[in-house]
């Protein structure tokens, strides 16, 4: 396989001391280069292409898709893109769900990196910069061994799986667990994006496959509600400090 070129969003090359970073995946009927922070290239046929496409940089107004959630693309093209100043985080998620959109929202405000994966109007994931990733979480919880985590990791680098869908295959994890730490995980992830005062988004359609015993029901009004709090927290705080 061809030198891969350093990870446009983290950096990464494909290995990191004795860690691989960038990864070729393949279901025998397609290829794909993945980042461990979740970044990806495009879909290709043979491993050549996934290779070219991967190190192939797109023109300054093109950008590569963040995407945690490991789910195939359509190329660079992007639906939609913006800026926070014009268009608040409230009125992007009432937009997608009312339209039942399927695809994935992306945050970046400076280093700073967020992403939301809706299918049918309905947000399933999310992944962030600052938050923990879900195997922290769940190891956090007690509910798994480092070991354990170490081999659906492992697992999932390998099968191109999401990790969820690995601790489930593995009876590492009940249905009811992964569908609480990943709604915990959601809803973090979410809330923060309320409280970027500036910042930048592209949303991009793309098929949305998830394993269903994965999904929690995730009410996006509660969701904007409680970002308005946390809003208003925050605007209280900053106003107390200011008198300080």
Known sequence: M???HPCPFCGSHEFQGDKRRLSLVSDNASFVIFCLCGA???VKDTK???VAGWNT????EQYRLWNPFRLPRNGFSIDF???????GIATLLQILALENKSGILQFNRGPLRSAVCFRNGQIIAASGNEWKRLGEMILSGGLISPEKLEEALEGSKKSGKRLGEVLLALGYISHMALKE???RQIREAVLDLFLWQE???EYQDCPVEFDQRGIGEI???ELILEGARRIDEYVEEQGKQAMS
């Open 2 to 4: 061809s030198e891969l």
């Open 40 to 42: 990806s290239g495009p």
């Open 48 to 50: 050549e292409e996934a």
């Open 57 to 60: 940089r797109p023109g300054e």
């Open 81 to 87: 893109r913006g800026n926070l100043k014009s268009m």
């Open 181 to 183: 730490f990943i709604r």
């Open 199 to 201: 910042g930048h988004f």
């Open 219 to 221: 009410n996006i009004m």
